[in-house]
Protein backbone atom coordinates (compact mmCIF):
# COMPACT_ATOMS: atom_id res chain seq x y z
CA UNK A 1 0.00 0.00 0.00
CA UNK A 2 2.77 2.30 1.00
CA UNK A 3 4.52 1.71 -2.73
CA UNK A 4 1.04 2.67 -4.33
CA UNK A 5 0.49 6.04 -2.41
CA UNK A 6 4.71 6.74 -3.25
CA UNK A 7 4.12 5.49 -6.91
CA UNK A 8 1.16 8.08 -6.93
CA UNK A 9 2.55 10.97 -5.20
CA UNK A 10 5.69 10.30 -7.55
CA UNK A 11 3.47 10.72 -10.45
CA UNK A 12 1.17 13.66 -9.14
CA UNK A 13 4.96 15.78 -8.50
CA UNK A 14 5.50 14.61 -11.88
CA UNK A 15 2.23 16.37 -13.41
CA UNK A 16 2.75 19.09 -11.92
CA UNK A 17 6.18 19.63 -12.68
CA UNK A 18 5.11 18.97 -16.49
CA UNK A 19 2.33 21.45 -16.32
CA UNK A 20 4.03 23.52 -14.45
CA UNK A 21 6.78 23.73 -17.44
CA UNK A 22 3.80 23.63 -20.22
CA UNK A 23 2.69 26.82 -17.85
CA UNK A 24 6.03 28.87 -18.38
CA UNK A 25 6.74 27.24 -22.15
CA UNK A 26 3.64 29.07 -23.25
CA UNK A 27 3.56 31.90 -20.88
CA UNK A 28 3.84 34.35 -24.17
CA UNK A 29 1.69 33.04 -26.82
CA UNK A 30 1.62 35.06 -30.73
CA UNK A 31 -2.29 36.13 -29.46
CA UNK A 32 -0.39 38.34 -26.54
CA UNK A 33 1.80 39.65 -29.12
CA UNK A 34 -0.67 40.45 -31.13
CA UNK A 35 -2.79 42.10 -28.06
CA UNK A 36 0.07 44.31 -27.37
CA UNK A 37 0.50 45.24 -30.94
CA UNK A 38 -2.76 46.67 -30.64
CA UNK A 39 -2.73 47.96 -28.11
CA UNK A 40 0.50 49.92 -29.01
CA UNK A 41 -2.09 50.88 -32.22
CA UNK A 42 -4.76 51.90 -30.57
CA UNK A 43 -2.10 54.07 -28.40
CA UNK A 44 -0.67 55.79 -31.79
CA UNK A 45 -4.67 56.34 -32.79
CA UNK A 46 -5.54 57.84 -29.60
CA UNK A 47 -2.37 60.32 -29.94
CA UNK A 48 -3.25 60.97 -33.56
CA UNK A 49 -6.56 61.99 -32.42
CA UNK A 50 -5.37 64.25 -30.15
CA UNK A 51 -2.66 65.70 -32.06
CA UNK A 52 -5.46 66.69 -34.62
CA UNK A 53 -7.36 67.90 -31.70
CA UNK A 54 -4.34 70.21 -30.66
CA UNK A 55 -3.64 71.07 -34.04
CA UNK A 56 -7.49 72.18 -34.64
CA UNK A 57 -7.17 73.93 -31.07
CA UNK A 58 -4.11 75.91 -31.77
CA UNK A 59 -5.49 76.87 -35.28
CA UNK A 60 -8.83 78.31 -33.17
CA UNK A 61 -6.38 80.34 -30.88
CA UNK A 62 -4.32 81.76 -34.04
CA UNK A 63 -8.00 83.10 -34.82
CA UNK A 64 -8.83 84.37 -31.76
CA UNK A 65 -5.70 86.07 -31.47
CA UNK A 66 -6.27 87.77 -34.71
CA UNK A 67 -9.51 88.45 -33.27
CA UNK A 68 -8.21 90.20 -30.63
CA UNK A 69 -6.00 92.47 -32.34
CA UNK A 70 -8.77 93.45 -34.65
CA UNK A 71 -10.33 93.90 -31.94
CA UNK A 72 -8.03 96.20 -30.06
CA UNK A 73 -7.44 97.54 -32.81
CA UNK A 74 -11.07 98.98 -32.64
CA UNK A 75 -10.95 99.51 -29.36
CA UNK A 76 -8.28 101.91 -30.03
CA UNK A 77 -9.78 104.30 -32.74
CA UNK A 78 -13.27 104.04 -30.49
CA UNK A 79 -10.90 105.46 -27.87
CA UNK A 80 -9.71 108.34 -30.19
CA UNK A 81 -12.78 109.08 -31.43
CA UNK A 82 -14.08 109.37 -28.23
CA UNK A 83 -11.27 111.44 -27.30
CA UNK A 84 -11.71 114.19 -30.33
CA UNK A 85 -15.57 113.93 -29.97
CA UNK A 86 -14.27 115.30 -26.29
CA UNK A 87 -12.26 117.69 -27.61
CA UNK A 88 -14.66 119.40 -29.92
CA UNK A 89 -17.38 118.81 -27.43
CA UNK A 90 -15.32 121.11 -24.60
CA UNK A 91 -14.66 123.74 -27.52
CA UNK A 92 -18.34 124.12 -28.05
CA UNK A 93 -18.83 124.22 -24.33
CA UNK A 94 -16.16 127.68 -24.56
CA UNK A 95 -17.87 128.51 -27.64
CA UNK A 96 -21.42 128.63 -25.74
CA UNK A 97 -20.08 130.46 -22.97
CA UNK A 98 -18.52 133.23 -25.52
CA UNK A 99 -21.90 133.31 -26.78
CA UNK A 100 -23.63 133.82 -23.69
CA UNK A 101 -21.04 136.34 -22.07
CA UNK A 102 -21.67 138.54 -25.36
CA UNK A 103 -25.61 137.95 -25.46
CA UNK A 104 -25.15 139.13 -22.27
CA UNK A 105 -23.28 142.13 -22.55
CA UNK A 106 -25.40 143.30 -25.95
CA UNK A 107 -28.59 142.17 -23.83
CA UNK A 108 -27.51 144.05 -20.85
CA UNK A 109 -26.08 147.54 -23.67
CA UNK A 110 -30.02 147.18 -25.13
CA UNK A 111 -31.80 147.04 -22.01
CA UNK A 112 -29.62 150.09 -21.40
CA UNK A 113 -30.89 151.89 -24.36
CA UNK A 114 -34.53 151.17 -24.13
CA UNK A 115 -33.99 152.66 -20.12
CA UNK A 116 -33.06 155.66 -22.28
CA UNK A 117 -35.81 155.30 -24.72
CA UNK A 118 -38.44 154.73 -21.81
CA UNK A 119 -37.38 157.60 -20.04
CA UNK A 120 -37.72 160.15 -22.78
CA UNK A 121 -40.23 157.68 -24.63
CA UNK A 122 -42.53 160.91 -24.39
CA UNK A 123 -40.90 162.68 -26.87
CA UNK A 124 -42.46 162.59 -30.49
CA UNK A 125 -41.25 163.76 -33.80
CA UNK A 126 -42.54 166.86 -33.50
CA UNK A 127 -39.96 167.47 -30.62
CA UNK A 128 -37.53 165.90 -32.40
CA UNK A 129 -38.64 168.33 -34.94
CA UNK A 130 -38.53 171.43 -32.80
CA UNK A 131 -35.14 170.69 -30.56
CA UNK A 132 -33.56 170.16 -34.38
CA UNK A 133 -31.29 172.95 -36.42
CA UNK A 134 -32.22 171.58 -39.34
CA UNK A 135 -34.09 169.15 -41.46
CA UNK A 136 -31.23 167.82 -41.83
CA UNK A 137 -30.35 167.31 -38.03
CA UNK A 138 -33.95 166.01 -37.60
CA UNK A 139 -33.74 163.20 -40.02
CA UNK A 140 -30.80 161.75 -38.94
CA UNK A 141 -31.59 162.13 -34.98
CA UNK A 142 -34.79 160.22 -36.00
CA UNK A 143 -33.03 157.19 -38.28
CA UNK A 144 -30.36 156.90 -35.97
CA UNK A 145 -32.38 156.29 -33.06
CA UNK A 146 -34.44 153.62 -34.91
CA UNK A 147 -31.55 152.46 -36.37
CA UNK A 148 -30.10 151.36 -32.74
CA UNK A 149 -33.00 150.28 -31.79
CA UNK A 150 -33.10 147.18 -34.76
CA UNK A 151 -29.44 146.92 -34.57
CA UNK A 152 -29.77 146.04 -30.95
CA UNK A 153 -32.57 143.49 -31.80
CA UNK A 154 -31.35 142.20 -34.98
CA UNK A 155 -27.91 141.46 -32.82
CA UNK A 156 -29.58 139.84 -30.25
CA UNK A 157 -31.60 137.50 -32.71
CA UNK A 158 -28.10 136.35 -34.06
CA UNK A 159 -26.37 136.02 -30.88
CA UNK A 160 -29.55 133.48 -29.73
CA UNK A 161 -30.06 131.89 -32.81
CA UNK A 162 -25.31 130.91 -32.75
CA UNK A 163 -25.95 130.11 -28.80
CA UNK A 164 -28.67 127.81 -30.36
CA UNK A 165 -26.45 126.48 -33.04
CA UNK A 166 -24.07 125.87 -30.52
CA UNK A 167 -26.37 123.71 -28.16
CA UNK A 168 -27.68 121.61 -30.64
CA UNK A 169 -24.38 121.26 -32.56
CA UNK A 170 -23.28 120.24 -28.43
CA UNK A 171 -26.41 117.47 -28.07
CA UNK A 172 -25.54 115.77 -31.20
CA UNK A 173 -21.65 115.76 -30.44
CA UNK A 174 -23.00 114.14 -26.90
CA UNK A 175 -25.34 111.92 -27.97
CA UNK A 176 -22.41 111.25 -30.52
CA UNK A 177 -20.29 110.64 -27.84
CA UNK A 178 -22.78 108.15 -25.71
CA UNK A 179 -23.60 106.09 -28.85
CA UNK A 180 -19.77 105.78 -29.11
CA UNK A 181 -19.24 104.86 -25.47
CA UNK A 182 -21.71 102.19 -26.01
CA UNK A 183 -19.60 100.89 -28.78
CA UNK A 184 -16.45 101.23 -26.87
CA UNK A 185 -18.36 99.06 -24.11
CA UNK A 186 -19.51 96.69 -26.79
CA UNK A 187 -15.85 95.84 -28.15
CA UNK A 188 -15.07 96.03 -24.56
CA UNK A 189 -16.77 93.13 -23.87
CA UNK A 190 -16.05 91.25 -27.13
CA UNK A 191 -12.28 91.69 -25.82
CA UNK A 192 -13.28 89.79 -22.71
CA UNK A 193 -15.11 87.24 -24.40
CA UNK A 194 -12.56 86.50 -27.18
CA UNK A 195 -9.41 86.85 -24.34
CA UNK A 196 -11.91 84.26 -22.27
CA UNK A 197 -12.19 81.82 -25.52
CA UNK A 198 -8.47 82.10 -25.89
CA UNK A 199 -7.99 81.09 -22.04
CA UNK A 200 -9.97 78.01 -22.08
CA UNK A 201 -8.30 77.16 -25.38
CA UNK A 202 -5.05 77.34 -24.21
CA UNK A 203 -6.24 75.37 -21.43
CA UNK A 204 -7.40 72.58 -23.66
CA UNK A 205 -4.01 72.27 -25.30
CA UNK A 206 -2.51 72.58 -21.90
CA UNK A 207 -4.46 69.59 -20.91
CA UNK A 208 -4.45 67.18 -24.38
CA UNK A 209 -0.44 67.93 -24.22
CA UNK A 210 -0.73 66.24 -20.94
CA UNK A 211 -3.02 63.21 -22.34
CA UNK A 212 -0.21 63.17 -25.02
CA UNK A 213 2.48 63.11 -22.87
CA UNK A 214 1.12 60.31 -21.18
CA UNK A 215 0.22 58.19 -24.28
CA UNK A 216 3.44 58.30 -25.12
CA UNK A 217 4.93 57.31 -22.30
CA UNK A 218 2.50 54.38 -22.05
CA UNK A 219 3.42 53.31 -25.63
CA UNK A 220 7.04 53.53 -24.40
CA UNK A 221 6.01 51.16 -21.84
CA UNK A 222 3.90 48.96 -24.18
CA UNK A 223 6.96 48.80 -26.66
CA UNK A 224 9.35 47.96 -23.86
CA UNK A 225 6.92 45.34 -22.94
CA UNK A 226 5.99 43.87 -26.72
CA UNK A 227 9.94 43.99 -26.83
CA UNK A 228 10.04 41.51 -24.56
CA UNK A 229 7.07 39.02 -25.08
CA UNK A 230 8.84 38.94 -29.14
CA UNK A 231 11.71 38.07 -27.01
CA UNK A 232 10.52 35.42 -25.07
CA UNK A 233 8.12 34.05 -27.90
CA UNK A 234 11.86 34.12 -29.82
CA UNK A 235 13.57 32.15 -26.98
CA UNK A 236 10.69 29.51 -26.23
CA UNK A 237 9.95 28.98 -29.78
CA UNK A 238 13.34 28.10 -30.32
CA UNK A 239 13.52 25.89 -27.23
CA UNK A 240 10.72 23.84 -28.04
CA UNK A 241 11.59 23.92 -31.72
CA UNK A 242 14.43 21.29 -30.58
CA UNK A 243 11.59 19.27 -28.06
CA UNK A 244 8.73 16.71 -29.41
CA UNK A 245 10.92 15.19 -32.32
CA UNK A 246 14.19 13.98 -34.45
CA UNK A 247 13.48 15.93 -37.64
CA UNK A 248 16.62 15.69 -38.86
CA UNK A 249 15.89 16.80 -42.37
CA UNK A 250 14.30 16.53 -45.55
CA UNK A 251 11.09 16.96 -47.04
CA UNK A 252 8.17 17.55 -45.33
CA UNK A 253 4.61 16.27 -46.08
CA UNK A 254 2.31 18.17 -47.96
CA UNK A 255 -0.24 19.97 -45.60
CA UNK A 256 -2.87 20.61 -47.73
CA UNK A 257 -3.08 18.22 -50.92
CA UNK A 258 -6.31 19.32 -51.81
CA UNK A 259 -5.29 23.22 -52.71
CA UNK A 260 -6.15 24.37 -55.88
CA UNK A 261 -3.88 26.91 -56.72
CA UNK A 262 -0.55 28.57 -54.34
CA UNK A 263 -2.80 32.40 -54.12
CA UNK A 264 0.42 33.85 -52.35
CA UNK A 265 4.38 32.95 -51.99
CA UNK A 266 6.53 33.96 -49.28
CA UNK A 267 8.38 37.27 -49.00
CA UNK A 268 7.77 41.10 -49.59
CA UNK A 269 3.80 41.48 -51.13
CA UNK A 270 1.22 43.88 -51.55
CA UNK A 271 -0.87 43.61 -48.65
CA UNK A 272 -4.29 42.32 -49.13
CA UNK A 273 -5.91 43.81 -46.13
CA UNK A 274 -3.35 46.66 -44.93
CA UNK A 275 -3.27 48.79 -48.05
CA UNK A 276 0.11 48.82 -48.54
CA UNK A 277 3.01 46.01 -48.54
CA UNK A 278 3.96 43.24 -46.10
CA UNK A 279 6.55 40.65 -45.79
CA UNK A 280 4.72 37.64 -45.93
CA UNK A 281 6.04 34.69 -43.66
CA UNK A 282 4.48 31.66 -45.62
CA UNK A 283 2.73 30.23 -48.28
CA UNK A 284 -0.57 30.53 -48.73
CA UNK A 285 -2.98 27.37 -50.86
CA UNK A 286 -5.91 28.46 -51.79
CA UNK A 287 -8.65 25.47 -51.05
CA UNK A 288 -12.29 24.64 -50.12
CA UNK A 289 -13.67 25.31 -46.65
CA UNK A 290 -13.50 22.16 -44.68
CA UNK A 291 -10.26 20.69 -46.60
CA UNK A 292 -8.20 18.69 -44.63
CA UNK A 293 -4.65 19.98 -43.43
CA UNK A 294 -1.73 17.66 -42.62
CA UNK A 295 0.88 17.65 -39.72
CA UNK A 296 4.42 17.82 -41.98
CA UNK A 297 5.85 15.81 -40.17
CA UNK A 298 5.51 14.28 -36.52
CA UNK A 299 6.15 16.35 -33.11
CA UNK A 300 4.51 17.97 -30.77
CA UNK A 301 1.83 20.54 -30.51
CA UNK A 302 3.33 23.56 -29.06
CA UNK A 303 0.81 26.33 -29.17
CA UNK A 304 -2.91 26.13 -30.23
CA UNK A 305 -5.69 29.12 -30.98
CA UNK A 306 -9.11 28.39 -31.42
CA UNK A 307 -10.59 31.55 -30.51
CA UNK A 308 -11.54 32.61 -33.34
CA UNK A 309 -15.22 33.16 -34.79
CA UNK A 310 -14.76 35.16 -38.08
CA UNK A 311 -14.37 32.64 -40.46
CA UNK A 312 -15.03 34.04 -43.75
CA UNK A 313 -13.57 36.34 -45.98
CA UNK A 314 -12.93 39.99 -45.06
CA UNK A 315 -11.77 43.36 -46.18
CA UNK A 316 -9.71 44.02 -43.03
CA UNK A 317 -8.12 41.72 -40.57
CA UNK A 318 -10.51 40.73 -36.87
CA UNK A 319 -7.38 40.69 -35.11
CA UNK A 320 -7.09 37.18 -33.52
CA UNK A 321 -4.57 35.05 -33.32
CA UNK A 322 -2.49 37.88 -34.46
CA UNK A 323 -3.95 37.56 -37.44
CA UNK A 324 -3.40 34.14 -37.87
CA UNK A 325 -7.01 33.61 -36.62
CA UNK A 326 -7.64 29.62 -35.68
CA UNK A 327 -3.88 28.23 -35.65
CA UNK A 328 -1.62 25.48 -35.02
CA UNK A 329 2.43 25.45 -34.34
CA UNK A 330 3.84 22.15 -34.41
CA UNK A 331 7.46 21.44 -33.07
CA UNK A 332 9.57 18.77 -34.87
CA UNK A 333 12.65 18.50 -33.53
CA UNK A 334 16.17 20.17 -34.88
CA UNK A 335 15.01 23.55 -34.61
CA UNK A 336 11.81 23.03 -36.88
CA UNK A 337 8.59 24.63 -36.06
CA UNK A 338 5.68 24.57 -38.54
CA UNK A 339 2.71 26.87 -38.14
CA UNK A 340 -0.49 26.30 -40.21
CA UNK A 341 -2.95 29.17 -39.86
CA UNK A 342 -6.50 30.79 -40.89
CA UNK A 343 -8.09 27.53 -40.51
CA UNK A 344 -11.94 26.92 -39.73
CA UNK A 345 -11.09 23.69 -36.95
CA UNK A 346 -8.75 22.43 -35.19
CA UNK A 347 -8.29 18.61 -34.32
CA UNK A 348 -5.61 18.23 -31.73
CA UNK A 349 -4.63 20.31 -28.19
CA UNK A 350 -1.71 21.89 -26.60
CA UNK A 351 1.02 19.44 -25.87
CA UNK A 352 -0.73 16.16 -28.42
CA UNK A 353 1.46 14.53 -30.30
CA UNK A 354 0.94 14.16 -33.89
CA UNK A 355 1.92 11.70 -36.98
CA UNK A 356 3.32 12.94 -40.14
CA UNK A 357 0.67 13.01 -42.43
CA UNK A 358 -2.00 13.16 -39.74
CA UNK A 359 -5.58 15.78 -40.18
CA UNK A 360 -4.99 18.23 -37.13
CA UNK A 361 -6.95 21.00 -39.05
CA UNK A 362 -9.22 21.84 -41.70
CA UNK A 363 -9.09 24.94 -44.53
CA UNK A 364 -10.90 28.43 -43.08
CA UNK A 365 -10.87 32.01 -43.43
CA UNK A 366 -10.01 32.90 -39.54
CA UNK A 367 -7.86 36.47 -38.93
CA UNK A 368 -6.38 38.05 -41.22
CA UNK A 369 -7.67 36.33 -44.59
CA UNK A 370 -9.36 37.73 -47.91
CA UNK A 371 -10.65 33.94 -48.54
CA UNK A 372 -10.55 30.21 -47.36
CA UNK A 373 -6.69 29.21 -47.41
CA UNK A 374 -4.26 27.64 -45.59
CA UNK A 375 -1.09 29.71 -44.39
CA UNK A 376 1.25 27.48 -44.11
CA UNK A 377 4.75 28.70 -42.24
CA UNK A 378 8.24 27.04 -41.46
CA UNK A 379 10.65 28.55 -38.70
CA UNK A 380 14.03 27.57 -38.07
CA UNK A 381 15.87 28.13 -34.76
CA UNK A 382 13.16 30.17 -34.17
CA UNK A 383 12.93 32.20 -37.59
CA UNK A 384 10.47 32.16 -40.19
CA UNK A 385 11.95 30.95 -43.43
CA UNK A 386 10.75 29.99 -47.33
CA UNK A 387 8.40 27.02 -46.50
CA UNK A 388 8.40 26.18 -50.52
CA UNK A 389 11.75 23.98 -50.41
CA UNK A 390 10.49 21.98 -47.67
CA UNK A 391 7.50 20.55 -49.21
CA UNK A 392 8.29 20.86 -53.21
CA UNK A 393 6.49 24.06 -54.52
Request: aromatic share 6%; hydrophobic share 30%; glycine share 8%.
Amino acid sequence: MKTKINLGLSLLVVAILIFSTMCSTYAVTQQDIQDTKEEINEIEKQKKEIEDKMSQEMKEIQELEGDIDEVEFNLGNVQRELKELQKEITQLETELEQKKQEYDRKYDLACERMIVQYKYGNKTILDVLLNSTSLTNLLSSYFTLNEILELDEQLLDELEKEKEKIENDKVTLEQKKTKVESEKQQVEKQKVVLANKKSEKQKKVSNLSAEEAALQKEKEEKAAELARQEEEWRRLAQQNANTGGSYSGGSLQFPCPGFSRVSSYFGSRGSPLAGGSSYHKGVDLAAQKGTSILASESGTVIAVYTGCSHNYGKSRSCGCGSGFGNYVMVSHGGGLVTVYAHCSTINVGLGSKVARGATIATVGSTGASTGYHLHFGVLQNGTYVNPAPYIGL
